[in-house]
């Protein structure tokens, strides 16, 4: 994580700076790592190794790796290890407003019990953790955040009460995407082209297409550089040409999709069209 590291013994954290509304930090503790407080956002995590327990709305929480921390603003909590090797995890902190601008003035989400198994929030904060870095484009962190203010809306039980989608906008702006994928593209231009609101427009995009904005942005980048690597581009080229900001930009999407370094997939693709 980028910022700045606090140690006491063996004890330490790693925090961003703020940014939208948002901060990550990551940290590792043995014995208690807060006293009981709160704060005015959303604390959502992941416990990566170890037991992390706390003090949340009246009883003793524990989280796992592979489970989901989900503290509602203003709600006191503590935190410390349920056991002697201590534990490691990962927390995003944000605004209640930010979350309400996806969601339009439904309610807040509220999870109960402050730790879920749901698989969908999982996922949405592991991307929002990984997304909204200080360095990410404009359009994969507003997606990061979109993709985590539904997935708490889904885990905290809320019936949608949104209208229709739009899908003319969605086409819109997908067809703008299709032109558009060697270049950093935000979600205000996708909206003014579209027609619709940001945040409905976000939401009515994975409505009809299955993903977000920001990721079939980057399929169309992945697309164009596989079709620039067989053609004997090298990586590094291939990579800028696509829109990547670099060759290591451009092999965490490519794993990332398809589960193999982008070198790897050449030589194997090179070796079954060889033969």
Known sequence: MDGDISQLQSDWISRSEPTDGVERIEAFFHGNAYSLHRHDTYAIGLTLSGVQCFHYRR?????????????????????????????????????????????????????EGGVTNDPRLFEATNTALRQMRGDAEPLERDDALAGLALALESASGARPTRKSANFAAAQRAREYLQASSARAVTLDELASVSGEDRWSLSRDFRTFYGTSPYHYLVMRRLEAARAMMLRGV?????????????????TRHFRHAYGIPPARWLAMTSVRRAG
């Open 234 to 250: 090298c990586l590094v080229d291939a990579a800028a040409a696509a829109g990547f900001a670099d060759q290591s930009h451009m």
């Open 59 to 111: 009883d003793l929480r524990t989280s796992l790796p592979g489970q989901t921390m989900v503290l509602h603003p203003d709600e006191v909590h503590d935190g410390q290890a349920g056991t002697n090797e201590g534990f490691r995890y990962q927390m995003i902190y944000v605004q209640p407003a930010a979350i309400q601008e996806v969601l339009g003035g439904r309610p807040l989400p509220f999870v």
